[in-house]
């Protein structure tokens, strides 16, 4: 088994922390994404997405995908849970953690994405090339410090995301709050409630996968 | 148990479908959204995101999101399977509903907020306001044009979009089929096994759902 991966990018960050949670260890592949490596024909053959994380089971199989990839390794081995045990708390738990990624981890990317020079002409990740839109940069860096307020309010009254403890939700949120720092948005100093979750979740061995 | 739906709107379909794949009736509670009802205060006190569907549980907890509704009727009730059986089959069936999401759901989404005059204001769904950018309306056509394209490819030499059957991420791909019909993008006749697959899960009984 092994996973493609990057150091430096978020979205293999999220499948890494969550193995660092399960105390698996698997090996890694490093595609440059830097260098381009990731639309390179050997790396085609690997993900015609162009995306990293991938994990490549003993038998070849292929999953492509962060979230998918963390199915995978609960379902293998539930405990600790990171998604949940029971309906109730599997449901809460894919609901805050969708959230996360559709206000706060998207909006980074689409910040980033729509601004940087290096991603001019891929605005958008995956094998089709699209045209940066400025507008969307702005609105992404608004959107990511809405999500922030909501995270801190939300926080006021809880240690963790949702649920009594450390989920694939928090994961999320916190590959987002260091991801967002790309585009110079940082957890506002009266967010002391998301400022205290974030050094806590920081500060778990698993932050630095 | 209820959930909060509305007939024609495209997000709680992908749960009520779900649910009837699992022969599960749950009682509706119809929200206008063409009046605008997910904006006024009985129903932000219901999901402050102000988005359906919303399922409501006896003990009073809500949960609100599509996918997660799927997600706690799956634990609930395994069978018949729609998220898979086992770590590497419920990882595919994650991948490929979030690709279907990512690529086409999501894309016909953009093109519709971004460009008709009813979601003027409306560009993302939730609490906030955003503007219409008329340069995504343009690219979300686009996108799911080549999701389209993408799929038609993935079965030409299978039944399902993965696994051995009809799973939430055919449900994913069928409801962004009849939602890109909003935004006037249809398959192309030339998309022979898109065209199959899609008259074979509208004769489901579901489907009305």
Redesign the interface.
């Known amino acids: 088994m092994k996973l493609y991966s990057y150091a430096t990018a978020p979205s293999p960050r999220r499948a890494r922390i969550f193995l660092a949670e399960k105390g698996i260890t698997v090996p890694t592949v490093e595609v440059d994404l830097r260098a381009g490596q990731q639309f390179e024909p050997p790396f085609r053959q690997i993900n015609a ?1 162009c995306t990293i994380p991938v ?1 490549e ?1 003993d038998n070849g ?1 292929r ?3 962060a ?3 963390c ?3 609960e ?2 081995q539930p405990e600790p849970s990171l998604m949940g045990r ?3 708390e ?3 738990i ?2 805050w953690q ?2 996360a990624e559709r ?1 706060g981890f998207y909006a980074v990317m689409e910040a980033l994405r729509n601004f940087a020079r290096s991603f001019k002409g891929r605005a ?1 990740p ?1 094998a ?1 090339n ?1 045209e940066q ?1 400025p ?2 940069a702005e ?1 992404g860096r608004l ?1 990511v410090q ?1 999500f922030f307020e909501a995270m801190d309010a939300r926080l006021a009254d809880r240690e963790w995301i949702t649920a009594d403890r450390y989920t694939i939700a928090d994961i999320t949120t916190q590959v987002t709050v260091d991801f967002a720092k790309w585009v110079k948005v940082e957890i506002p100093e009266n967010a002391t409630n998301l400022g205290r979750w974030f050094r806590n979740v920081s500060a778990r061995p698993s932050a630095t996968a």
């Open positions: 997405d994990l089971l199989v999953i492509s995908d979230v998918a990839i199915v995978y390794f379902e293998l029971g309906a109730e599997k449901a809460q894919a609901a969708r959230r206000d958008i995956g089709d699209y839109i507008a969307l609105r959107r809405r």
